[in-house]
């Protein structure tokens, strides 16, 4: 083959790749090899419009038994603390504002554990979250209270919290410390 036939052969080839490259990006299909361009031959023909095309397929797990609850994973997430305080009385109180978010939007309860205390005899009680729904779904706070008294002075309360929903869900524990000087 002399030199002028193989230049234009690979011009040839050459456009006919980025034809086949446009039509292809454009949703035309390869069904047979007929067009003639030496060695490469192809024919392309445009799908129907008639028959859908399945781009993508999804996996549905199966649904569970009638017999079990179905348990939906949204865990709800301590997001930060902010600690106030206020003398009122005489009396030292301070308020842990705990942000949080829960998907499902239904926490209920700030759960509270006692870690560890300098005193005895006292009684921790759980906090009740009155955010709404879609409130929790972004960020929502509830605040825990803790009244130091008149009584007692430098006085140490580490608590644990997490946030519960309706589901059972736990957050992650916090650490929480009330230090009443």
């Not at 069904?31 to 445009?46: D, H, M, Q, R, W």
């Not at 009155?130 to 706070?141: F, M, N």
């Amino acid at each position: 083959m002399n030199t002028k036939k193989t230049f234009f052969l690979v011009i040839g080839i050459a456009i006919a790749v980025i034809i086949f490259i446009s039509l292809m990006l454009s949703g035309w299909k390869i069904v047979t090899a007929n067009i003639n361009l030496g060695p490469l031959s192809f024919e392309l023909k445009k799908p129907s419009t008639d028959t859908p095309e399945i781009t993508t397929v999804e996996t549905i797990p199966p649904a569970p038994p009638a017999d079990q609850p179905v348990m939906i994973n949204h865990t709800p997430v301590i997001l930060r603390l902010a600690e106030r305080k206020e003398n009122k009385n005489g009396e030292l109180i301070i308020y842990k504002d705990i942000y949080f978010m829960d998907s499902g939007g239904d926490a209920t309860t700030v759960v509270y554990k006692l870690i560890s205390t300098t005193i005895e005899n006292f009684k921790v009680n759980d906090d009740t979250i009155l955010a709404s729904s879609d409130e929790q779904k972004y960020e929502a706070s509830v605040t825990g209270t803790w009244e130091c008294g008149t009584k007692y002075h430098n006085y140490l309360v580490v608590l644990e919290a997490r946030i519960l929903d309706k589901a059972g869900n736990l957050s992650e524990p916090v650490s929480i410390t009330f230090s009443c000087q």
